[in-house]
Every structure is written in structure tokens, then in C-alpha cells.
């Protein structure tokens, strides 16, 4: 299964089967979609101290993905690879998708490489997050 990373509004709302108000990322809210998040990390009064958080999905989703105005999709590149490699528009467009969801993450597109953002985008949600661990069971 090929995979994407996407950054995922965090949304607070009542549930009427858990019958609380619960957490979720918007990938949630899209029956069908193989995803991983990270866990939404919250204060002591179950506030979430993120409003965005790094998720990681099967790719085949992606075009209902990317018309949800709470889900950036970000650029189908290798983790492995600069960024210098995109094209100047999607580079600026996921700088302004990282700025815009509150990530204080400056892309350096001859230095840096897809693995080296989104792991600095898991890290926000999660001191310990790796995103070489991060992954979706392909089965």
C-alpha cells in the first residue's frame, strides 16, 4: 500500500456513542481510511494542546483527503530525498500547510529531507515520536 502523510486538524466534539465530548484528528472522521496518527496529546483537563497533528495514510484516500479543508496532504516524495526535489509550488505550498497548522518548521530545501520534517511534525504531539516507526499494516 503506498502511503502519504497528511497534517490533520484536531477537532473536539460530543459523541453521542461514547456520550463525552472526545478528541479526534480529521482523518477519523473519513470512513475507509487506512491511517496512523499520533495520539492527541491533551492538558489535564483533556484540552488538546495541538490543534494539528502529523498522520500518516493509505494513499489510495487521497483525493477525499484533499478537499477536507481541516487535512493538508503533504508532497509524494521519499523520505530519503531533499526537497529541492519538488516543484517550487508544491515546496511553498507545504511551508504555508506547516505554517498555517502552527508547526514552527522551516523547510531548508537544499538541506533538508522529507524524513527530517515530518519527523520534526511527529515530534510536536510526541517528544518520542520516530518517523521511521511510523507506519500502516500493508495488510
Known sequence: MAKRFVLARV???????????????AVQLHPDVAYEGNEIPTDDTGTPTVP???VLVGSQNIAALSADPD????????????????EPA?????QSAL????FAITIRP???SMREIMDAAGKRANAAFNVDAFDIDAS
Open 11 to 25: 477537532i473536539s466534539a460530543f459523541d453521542p456513542n461514547e456520550g463525552a465530548v472526545v478528541n479526534r484528528h
Open 99 to 102: 505554517t498555517e497548522a502552527g
Open 90 to 94: 508544491a515546496l511553498t505550498a507545504m
Open 71 to 86: 487535512i493538508r496532504v503533504m508532497p509524494d516524495i521519499s523520505l530519503d530525498a531533499r526537497l529541492i526535489m519538488l
Open 110 to 112: 537544499t538541506v533538508d
Open 52 to 54: 494539528w497533528i502529523l
